[in-house]
């Protein structure tokens, strides 16, 4: 299974951006996929999941802001991303899950995840 993300770029505050996480191999519809970001000299922090049957979840960050959707005709994960700020800066990582099913809790666990992708940089300038 491979996990391709792309999408990423340098746009100014307050504009929108879509990431793309396209997947090969495997069973795409059955995955539960989510979307985590790491920033310079941080962590790797949640950003978004939605599990195989399209229930979605939103760190406190970004909800309201971003919208993850899936689309199993074209084995693809978005990650809508509106009103964008600065510190959204990171690179932005998407994650498969060959369970499918995610929980409040395991959707932010880096380790629920089986298959990663390579990672697009999201720049916000102020």
């Known amino acids: 299974v491979q996990l391709q993300a792309y999408g990423g770029g340098l746009v100014q505050a307050g504009s929108s951006l879509k990431l793309y996480c396209a997947v090969s191999?495997?069973?795409?519809?059955?995955?539960?996929m989510g979307w985590f970001r790491q920033a310079l000299g941080k962590e790797r922090e949640f950003v978004s999941g939605?599990?195989?049957?399209?229930?979605?979840y939103y760190s406190d960050s970004v909800k309201g802001r971003f919208t993850i959707s899936r689309d199993n005709a074209k084995n693809t994960v978005y990650l809508q991303m509106n009103r964008l700020k600065p510190e959204d800066t990171a690179v932005y990582y998407c994650?498969?899950?060959?369970?499918?099913?995610?929980?409040?809790?395991?959707?932010?666990?880096?380790?629920?995840?089986?298959?990663w992708g390579q990672g697009t940089l999201v720049t916000v300038s102020s």
């Open positions: 994650g498969a899950d060959r369970y499918g099913i995610l929980t409040e809790v395991s959707v932010a666990r880096p380790d629920e995840y089986d298959y």
């Open positions: 191999g495997g069973t795409f519809s059955s995955y539960a």
């Open positions: 939605i599990s195989w049957n399209s229930i979605t």
